[in-house]
């Protein structure tokens, strides 16, 4: 009897957990909706508290879910992968299928002896610092901050990115070609104001923070970035082989 009563328990969660994805998949739950409570998903499917604790946490585990304390339960946000398969991170998300964007939000000219150190230029260099905000499927995702030192790229110039929309593309433009990126993956906490209100996050937010820096093909640095990912949005898959 105990035998039955566990595969039959099984199934109905397993039920529940194929209803919500199906849902999910043919769009009549989207990104941010809100799930039934427990008590009308016990009262729906005729099961126990139990059963759909279960069901919840495994679609939860898996990146489907995700659970709000003194909130509820609500479909999760689609993960960009990073499957660091190209330098352009815009181009793997089309791949993804995402409608991409970006707001520019600054380009000025400024010194920075710590970044001009890692550019390989004086640290009096005058360098060129683009800021922008990308976006994916209406909402923001990253903020990115590139320097590239003036005597590569001026501020005249860089403004052509208003225009073209892809900062590589811009660099393009002038013949400027990246070949191989050297990146670093950490967490760090955002506190910059203006940083949060671009991303729309709240102050303190813990984000993906990536340092790249960048060659032509002469392994020749060309640009030094920082980017602060959104942790909902963003992943990184890396494949390895013996």
């Not at 990073?82 to 299928?97: D, P």
């Not at 892809?166 to 393009?172: D, G, I, V």
Request: hydrophobic share 40%; net charge neutral; glycine share 8%.
């Amino acid at each position: 009897m105990s035998g039955d009563a566990s595969r039959g328990q099984v199934a109905k969660y397993v039920r529940i957990e194929s209803d919500i994805l199906s849902a999910i998949k043919e769009g009549r739950l989207r990104p941010g909706d809100k799930l039934p409570g427990q008590s009308e998903m016990k009262r729906r499917y005729g099961v126990s508290a139990i059963t759909v604790r279960k069901a919840f946490a495994d679609l939860i585990n898996d990146g489907y879910l995700v659970g709000v304390k003194g909130s509820g339960t609500y479909v999760a946000k689609r993960q960009m992968i990073r499957a660091l398969t190209s330098i352009s991170f815009s181009e793997e998300l089309r791949e993804q299928g995402y409608d991409l964007g970006m707001v520019v939000d600054s380009i000025v000219s400024e010194s920075n002896a710590a970044v001009s150190r890692r550019l390989g230029v004086d640290e009096r260099s005058v360098l060129t610092r683009v800021a922008r905000t990308r976006i994916a499927n209406g909402e923001p995702v990253a903020y990115h901050v590139s320097y590239v030192p003036e005597s590569l790229l001026s501020v005249e110039r860089a403004g052509a990115l208003y225009e073209i929309g892809s900062f590589y593309k811009t660099l393009a433009r002038y013949d400027i070609y990246p070949r191989w990126v050297n990146e670093n993956y950490t967490v760090r906490v955002v506190e910059d104001a203006h940083i949060c209100a671009a991303l729309n996050v709240a102050p303190g937010y813990p984000s993906f923070f990536v340092r790249r820096t960048t060659f032509d093909e002469d392994n020749n640095v060309i640009e030094y970035a920082e980017s602060y990912f959104n942790k909902d949005w963003y992943s990184v898959t890396v494949n390895i082989r013996a």
